[in-house]
């Protein structure tokens, strides 16, 4: 027609067709390296349903592979399910009588860990792993060592570990003992002599295992744990490697206390794995539930076909470029809510951190219950969000009862398939 105002919405269908036939396949997409991350905690408990969304989530949010759980507290033959679509499966060691100890190992669905042998402790003080990550044999262990005689306990574990470990070890857990006291300990000291220390140092030696963080931060001051009865802040949660694999290590740091009273230790390394560079996106369904983006959706959609219906465009073109717009608007939407829930979140554990840091130099009494009040902050933040994930999951289950869709159609592709 030569009108420009008229040319403007076919130029722009045009380039939106061209992007859609440009779009890589995703045996075309391009791969990237993908670390192995790895945790340790000491959870404190993990029986109530609340806390063990608590450490799904927060593992989810760091993108997490292996998880070194200690202090789970289950109990043989009555442990709940601790498990999500990204952590499937859990190893766990539990204590045969009573809820107290116990030990667990989380692997990420992505890593697709093989297992093919575990040996575990009878009290669930200890577990170790081994299996093949991308064909490369790898060895797990998490410990937690007692409140007393943890030279013993250490000894006999790693001994144990030395005659089962193949490929690559990796050890984490809480130990209950500052290595090097003068540096690991706010006072300096500790109540475990001298001699326990260097028989845990020898027995480490042996096995040729060497404290990651340490490592890469020789001189620091940092610590995982801070006893209320002593006054005293000390790091006892470490992530072990053997001497050959320390070139792997990209970083290594330990985080705040937030829903435990430990500190994750975290450590980056090398991996065999790659990882698409390109993710792809799925639609929440509780976006639909919000007026708010209604509303916006149906303004962006009355646009777009005000704009685009002209009788130079066929109407099967619009039809397909709508979804694209649709899609761009609603991916719009999810991260700017996302965003904001992650400020709140980021906002509430920056103040953690830094209360945390200010009373590990001053030790005041104020300074503790402002840091007690954060996170208790915290603790109701991550428990709504719990909560409306539990409503998202019963509303979807109340709408979809009685009709035919993909979840019935996975229930029943086994049976099906052994009748016919």
């Given at each position: 027609t030569g009108n420009t105002r008229q040319q403007a919405p076919i130029r722009r269908v045009n380039k939106l067709l061209k992007d859609i036939a440009n779009h890589p396949h995703p045996s075309q997409m391009a791969y990237e390296p993908d670390p192995l991350r790895i945790t340790t905690m000491n959870c404190r408990g993990l029986n109530i349903p609340e806390r063990r969304s608590h450490l799904l989530r927060e593992l989810t949010s760091k993108r997490v592979s292996i998880a070194f759980l200690q202090e789970t507290h289950f109990k043989e033959g009555h442990a709940p399910p601790l498990k999500s679509k990204h952590y499937p499966t859990a190893a766990l060691s539990n204590h045969p009588t009573a809820r107290k100890a116990g030990v667990a190992v989380l692997t990420h669905a992505q890593l697709q860990f093989q297992e093919v042998e575990r040996l575990a402790d009878p009290n669930g003080r200890y577990l170790f792993l081994k299996g093949d990550i991308q064909n490369r044999r790898y060895t797990l262990a998490t410990i937690y060592a007692p409140n007393n005689n943890q030279s013993h306990f250490i000894r006999k574990s790693l001994t144990n570990l030395s005659s089962f470990t193949e490929g690559t070890l990796i050890v984490g857990g809480d130990l209950n003992v500052p290595l090097i006291p003068l540096i690991d300990s706010s006072t300096g000291h500790s109540s475990i002599t001298q001699g326990a220390l260097r028989s845990i140092q020898k027995t480490l030696k042996n096995l040729r295992?060497?404290?990651?963080?340490?490592?890469?931060?020789?001189?620091?001051?940092?610590?995982?744990?801070?006893?209320?009865?002593?006054?005293?802040?000390?790091?006892?949660?470490?992530?072990?490697?053997?001497?050959?694999?320390?070139?792997?290590?990209?970083?290594?740091?330990?985080?705040?206390?937030?829903?435990?009273?430990?500190?994750?230790?975290?450590?980056?390394?090398?991996?065999?794995?790659?990882?698409?560079?390109?993710?792809?996106?799925?639609?929440?369904?509780?976006?639909?539930?919000?007026?708010?983006?209604?509303?916006?959706?149906?303004?962006?959609?009355?646009?777009?076909?005000?704009?685009?219906?002209?009788?130079?465009?066929?109407?099967?073109?619009?039809?397909?470029?709508?979804?694209?717009?649709?899609?761009?608007?609603?991916?719009?939407?999810?991260?700017?809510?996302?965003?904001?829930?992650?400020?709140?979140?980021?906002?509430?554990?920056?103040?953690?951190?830094?209360?945390?840091?200010?009373?590990?130099?001053?030790?005041?009494?104020?300074?503790?219950?402002?840091?007690?009040?954060?996170?208790?902050?915290?603790?109701?933040?991550?428990?709504?969000?719990?909560?409306?994930?539990?409503?998202?999951?019963?509303?979807?289950?109340?709408?979809?009862?009685?009709?035919?869709?993909?979840?019935?159609?996975?229930?029943?592709?086994?049976p099906q398939g052994m009748t016919q």
């Open positions: 295992l060497v404290d990651c963080w340490r490592a890469m931060h020789p001189a620091d001051r940092e610590y995982t744990h801070y006893s209320a009865i002593h006054k005293r802040y000390t790091r006892i949660d470490y992530i072990f490697l053997q001497q050959e694999h320390l070139v792997a290590i990209q970083k290594a740091e330990i985080g705040s206390a937030s829903w435990s009273d430990h500190g994750p230790v975290t450590l980056q390394m090398d991996s065999p794995r790659v990882r698409p560079t390109a993710r792809s996106w799925r639609l929440q369904d509780s976006l639909l539930l919000d007026p708010s983006v209604k509303e916006t959706v149906s303004e962006e959609l009355t646009s777009y076909f005000a704009l685009n219906e002209t009788d130079d465009l066929p109407a099967t073109t619009i039809w397909e470029v709508h979804k694209r717009v649709l899609r761009g608007t609603l991916m719009h939407l999810a991260s700017q809510k996302k965003r904001e829930s992650r400020k709140h979140m980021t906002d509430i554990l920056t103040r953690i951190t830094t209360l945390e840091m200010q009373h590990k130099r001053s030790h005041l009494e104020g300074t503790y219950k402002e840091l007690l009040e954060a996170r208790r902050s915290l603790h109701t933040h991550m428990t709504n969000r719990h909560y409306s994930s539990i409503q998202r999951s019963k509303a979807f289950f109340y709408q979809r009862a009685n009709k035919g869709g993909r979840l019935l159609a996975r229930m029943l592709r086994g």
